[in-house]
Nanobody, 127 residues
Framework: QVQLVESGGGLVQAGGSLRLSCAAS????????IGWFRQAPGKEREFAAG????????SNGDSVKGRFTISRDNAKNTVDLQIHSLKPEDTAVYYC????????????????????WGQGTQVTVSS
């Protein structure tokens, strides 16, 4: 079992940057694919970024490409999401999630593929 805790959210002006962090505890963190999702009020949960267990493969959602960078440090059991050029439409609760997913499976963008979730961190972007 893996426990996940997100941090780093807050209020930021449009055009600014933010670094979200996901800290994991429990066994075998380094074996899991980690995804970041976000959910805005009244909208479905959306895939933002994902990273393979080794960190050697990453993917971004279409709406955030070029602005979001995901990285992980298996020695520290952390996965970070660096967000640049923030827009008001990036306002959402951001969640990290862990799952036994092969990046070649093509299912990493589906929230149902992940077994473990954090409680989320709020990001609010003002215009």
């Amino acid at each position: 079992q893996v426990q996940l805790v997100e941090s780093g959210g807050g209020l930021v002006q449009a055009g600014g940057s933010l670094r979200l962090s996901c800290a994991a505890s429990g066994r075998s963190f380094s074996r899991y694919f980690i995804g970041w999702f976000r959910q805005a009020p009244g909208k479905e949960r959306e895939f933002a970024a994902g990273i393979s267990w080794s960190g050697g493969w990453t993917s971004n959602g279409d709406s955030v490409k070029g602005r979001f960078t995901i990285s992980r440090d298996n020695a520290k059991n952390t996965v970070d999401l660096q967000i640049h050029s923030l827009k008001p439409e990036d306002t959402a609760v951001y969640y990290c999630a862990a799952g036994s997913i092969g990046y070649g499976s093509g299912t990493y963008y589906r929230s149902g593929s992940y077994a473990y979730w954090g409680q989320g961190t709020q990001v609010t972007v003002s215009s």
